[in-house]
Nanobody
Framework: QVQLVESGGGLVQAGGSLRLSCAAS????????LGWYRRAPGKQRELVTT???????NYADSVKGRFTISRDSAKNTVYLQMNSLKPEDTAVYYC?????????????WGRGTQVTVSS
């Protein structure tokens, strides 16, 4: 079982910045991919960004150039630096981890952290 705990959400004005953290209960290099998803009010959950154990990153077009995912292996933590925030970035942000076993890949989720961007 993998536990993921997010922190760092809050209220910020448009154009501002926030950094989210996701602390994993296991060595993050044991997790095939870590990522951030978000769910805005009335919308489906969407991928924001991922980072693989090999360090490859992927971003949604809507956040490219504004958001950056990074990790600290010593702390087993993944970060999401969010700059130039827009009201449309308002959502609950969830940390996701994909752990591969011999026959399958399991998804683990954090409980989410609210990000609200005011105009």
């Amino acid at each position: 079982q993998v536990q993921l705990v997010e922190s760092g959400g809050g209220l910020v004005q448009a154009g501002g910045s926030l950094r989210l953290s996701c602390a994993a209960s296991i060595n993050i290099f044991s997790i095939e991919a870590l990522g951030w998803y978000r769910r805005a009010p009335g919308k489906q959950r969407e991928l924001v960004t991922t980072i693989t154990s090999g360090g490859f990153t992927n971003y949604a077009d809507s956040v490219k150039g504004r958001f950056t995912i990074s990790r600290d292996s010593a702390k087993n933590t993944v970060y999401l630096q969010m700059n130039s925030l827009k009201p449309e970035d308002t959502a609950v942000y969830y940390c996701n981890g994909k752990v591969r076993s011999r026959y399958s890949v399991s998804d683990y989720w954090g409980r989410g952290t609210q990000v609200t961007v005011s105009s």
